[in-house]
């Protein structure tokens, strides 16, 4: 007997920990940049499951690589050797043009909670002062394990679970961050845009400049690409599209296309002894023969043209958008596809997200008065006019 939606909304109420506001919309399947909810319904999706289904829903390409994959073999443990998993390390680096190696993990917080003991030993052995100190920056987003919880300068993230580790300083903005060096800092984390902070990016040119600052200084400068890694830039890292290289990088999101996985990649090739850090399931066959996939896909994507072109359009779009409505959008920000429409204030931006859901587009929040695009990087110019074409029509209800 199939359940139904308010059945199940109750099985989860009854049963799942209220740790999400959720929208109780039943989706059963998708394809490309659309969900189908139990109704036959449509939905575009503008948010790819956060910036996760990089390749679309329903992909018969990493379909097909996870069901082979599972048929043979799952899990072994990081005790032996994993193909799949060498080779996406060796495919990470040679796409990223990074002299780096690689950990897996199985999200971005613990992709950053890798970084942050790869910076604490890197303090530790490095110099005649132990070094421990990370700075980051206000309105970032770092995780929700107790030290990237901490990681994470905004107060409100702070609630009810301390006490938390030492070692973090909030720094207000790039150019802040030398007024809160010290004896004992050892690393800078920091996203190149903000996922939860308005989707601004950061100026190209203060990046390389603390970047080159940070280097004079034996401080290792650590970039969050949880969300603008795997192509959402329009580059394999946001990185590269700022032209720096990085001591640590994280990633997670977009890697493997649904699948949880997390890597943190550094060029400190030997921080790590044995025993120093570890995960039972990161890395094991199934996720990474799924990212192997979504990395072969998107090299396709960016190779011929296409992830260009639909970054260019999709840009536009938003573009055209903010000017029709000028008393609704303040501004559009973002790079490559992680993209943001500044509202004018909160009324006006829940309201917004309000009609496009009724609209069936599926759009984020960012801050607190940003909507948020993440689509998948495999978008159709078909999928995009119908999502922008029901965003307008949603603004006709202002």
């Keep these: 007997m199939q359940m139904t939606t308010h059945d199940l909304k109750q099985m989860d109420l009854d049963y799942t920990l209220h740790t999400y506001a959720r929208n109780y919309t039943h989706f059963v399947r998708g394809k490309g940049a659309r969900l189908f909810d139990n109704e036959g319904k449509d939905y575009i999706d503008f948010g790819a499951g956060i910036a996760v289904c990089s390749v679309g829903h329903g992909n018969e390409r990493l379909a097909n690589a996870i069901c082979q994959q599972a048929k043979e073999l799952i899990h072994t443990s990081n005790l032996y050797l994993i193909e799949p998993q060498a080779k996406l390390a060796k495919e990470l680096i040679k796409q990223s043009g990074y002299d780096m190696r690689v950990f897996f993990a199985n999200s971005g917080a613990e992709a950053n909670e890798g970084a942050i003991k790869i910076a604490r030993k890197f303090g530790e052995v490095n110099g005649e002062t132990k070094r421990y100190q990370v700075i980051t920056l206000d309105s970032s987003f770092h995780g929700r394990t107790i030290s990237t919880l901490k990681a994470t300068a905004q107060d409100k993230m702070h609630h009810y679970f301390g006490p938390f580790p030492d070692g973090f300083v ?63 830039s329009g580059e394999l890292f946001a990185s590269n599209y700022y032209e720096i290289t990085p001591d640590v990088i994280t990633t997670a999101k977009g890697l493997a296309g649904g699948v949880p996985i997390g890597a943190v990649m550094t060029s400190l090739k030997d921080i790590f002894s044995p025993g120093d850090h570890g995960s039972t399931f990161g890395g094991n066959f199934l996720s990474t023969r799924a990212a192997l996939e979504v990395l072969e896909i998107l090299k396709e994507e960016k190779q011929s043209g296409r992830l260009e072109k639909t970054i260019s359009y999709f840009t536009q779009k938003l573009q055209n958008l903010q000017k029709s409505y000028p008393e609704i959008f303040i501004q559009e920000v973002g790079l490559g596809l992680m993209r943001g429409l500044r509202l004018k204030d909160t009324e006006s931006f829940n309201l917004f997200l309000q009609k496009t859901c009724e609209n069936r587009v599926l759009v984020l929040k960012s801050g607190k008065n940003t909507a948020r695009f993440l689509p998948t990087l495999t978008i159709s110019k078909e999928e995009i006019d119908e999502g922008f074409e029901r965003i307008n029509h949603s603004l006709k209800d202002f």
């Design 170 to 232: 909030y720094a207000k903005d790039i150019l802040d961050i030398p007024n809160k060096i010290s004896p004992v800092t050892c690393a800078v984390l920091l996203e190149l845009v903000q996922g939860e902070g308005g989707i601004t990016p950061f100026d190209k040119a203060e990046i390389q400049k603390l970047a080159k600052f940070l280097k004079e200084k034996n401080i290792l400068l650590m970039i969050d690409e949880v969300q603008t890694g795997i192509y959402r």
